[in-house]
């Protein structure tokens, strides 16, 4: 049998993240001790009273079929912390459950772009904002995120991008991969650009809490005036609460919204599943102190790698104020993302991101995850300083 795939997965490639996790779980299936700062997954256990909420869930026999839009006591306590958190006013009718954060980006560009449509997108930024609109047979336009601007929006530069077939602005915030986070001012231009040229924002608030600057805090664009209409919010328990695995994001959007958002999701999924969802219900309700904790914990990590490459003499990298990424700068070292990348990991088991698997805009660059145990990092930092000290002797044969 021939099999031709669909056109729509024409030019639509797979996750490098994804790529390097596989060679580097076959590398340590081989024996290989390899030091992997790639994924973008909490290192801390989900927190004790949400798996036992969870037990307690499958024991009372939550193994059913839900509402598509999931139970109400979970929507109730949506609505409940982005009010009390973010200052945003939502009915449980106006929040969907989703299958992690990765389904809300689905439904909502499949649900508002038609063929030829076009959406802005940061650069850099997690693969799946490129992918979703050209499978959605959408236009993609990139507006860029440099390090001489601290990896914040140049706003001249989204306004000329804006055409007569523009839909939609993403936005991300705290960002994957830089760890930028929007300055209020930034947040305010972008809503006035949306109101001016009436374009969707898709707001992604997954790393929300996540964040380290007191003078910078996350600053949710529906909370604007005139923006709760044309928002799509995106946010879920993956990355705050450690639930990675989990599965369980939310949608929420303005009642004018929200029905196309729910007709698309239930042909996704039928909903999110059942006893994650009462978990959740306890996740949002009783932190417990667990955000705090993590978040304590990824700003020392975070202090730690900074002060570390900011000592070497071919790398360098802009202070991250939330997630839990550094994106560092290597290009002193004369080598491309893949190259380093590759060396580094050939030669050191040391493995990162190569930047341009988040864009253009991230040549030169590699993704390093700080959600890893900091013995893990100083042993990541030690290899590191080991390909420093190469660079700077020219004993590094790949070199253009």
Excluded at 12 to 21: A, Q
Excluded at 151 to 163: A, G, P, T
Excluded at 257 to 286: K, W
């Amino acid at each position: 049998m021939k099999v031709k795939q669909a056109d729509r997965l024409i030019g639509v490639p797979m996750s490098k993240t994804r790529i390097i996790f596989a060679e580097c779980a076959r590398l340590a299936g081989e024996g290989v001790d390899v030091t992997a700062l790639t994924l973008g997954e909490p290192d801390f256990d989900t927190p004790e009273f949400i798996k036992e909420s969870c037990k307690k869930a499958l024991d009372e026999g939550h193994t059913k079929y839900t509402d598509n839009i999931g139970i109400l006591p979970l929507r109730i306590a949506i609505c409940d912390k982005l009010k009390r958190e973010n200052g945003l006013d939502y009915d449980p009718q106006e929040i969907i459950a989703t299958t992690g954060v990765a389904q809300g980006m689905f439904a909502a560009m499949l649900s508002f772009l038609n063929p030829g449509d076009e959406v802005l997108i940061p650069d850099p930024v997690y693969l799946t904002y490129s992918a979703i609109p050209k499978i959605a047979g959408a236009e993609v336009k990139r507006y860029k995120l440099l390090e001489e601007n601290n990896f914040n929006i140049d706003v001249k530069q989204i306004e000329s991008l804006i055409s007569e077939k523009t839909r939609m602005i993403a936005i991300v915030s705290p960002n994957n991969p830089t760890g930028s986070v929007l300055k209020r001012a930034d947040v305010e231009a972008l809503a006035d650009i949306a109101k001016k040229h009436d374009l969707l924002v898709l707001s992604d608030e997954i790393y929300e809490r996540l964040t380290y600057s007191e003078e910078n805090p996350h600053i949710s664009i529906a909370s604007l005036p005139g923006m709760k209409e044309r928002t799509i919010l995106l946010n879920g328990l993956s990355k705050s609460m450690a639930m990675t695995g989990w599965r369980l994001g939310y949608i929420a959007a303005d009642e004018k919204l929200i029905d196309p958002l729910n007709r698309m999701c239930f042909y996704m999924t039928a909903g999110a599943t059942s006893f994650v969802q009462e978990a959740a219900v306890t996740a949002l309700s009783h932190d417990e102190g667990s955000v705090e904790k993590m978040r304590s914990e990824f700003k020392k990590r975070r202090d730690f790698l900074f002060s570390y490459i900011d000592s070497t003499k071919n790398f360098s990298c802009v202070m991250p104020e939330g997630a839990f990424y550094v994106f560092m700068n290597i290009k002193r070292t004369g080598m491309s993302s893949d190259e380093f990348c590759e060396y580094a990991l050939e030669k050191h088991q040391l493995a990162f991101i190569p930047g341009d698997a988040f864009g253009e805009c991230g040549q030169g660059y590699v993704r390093i995850s700080y959600a890893a145990s900091m013995d893990k990092l100083r042993q990541a930092m030690d290899k590191l300083a080991k390909i420093d000290r190469e660079i700077s002797e020219d004993r590094i044969s790949v070199r253009k």
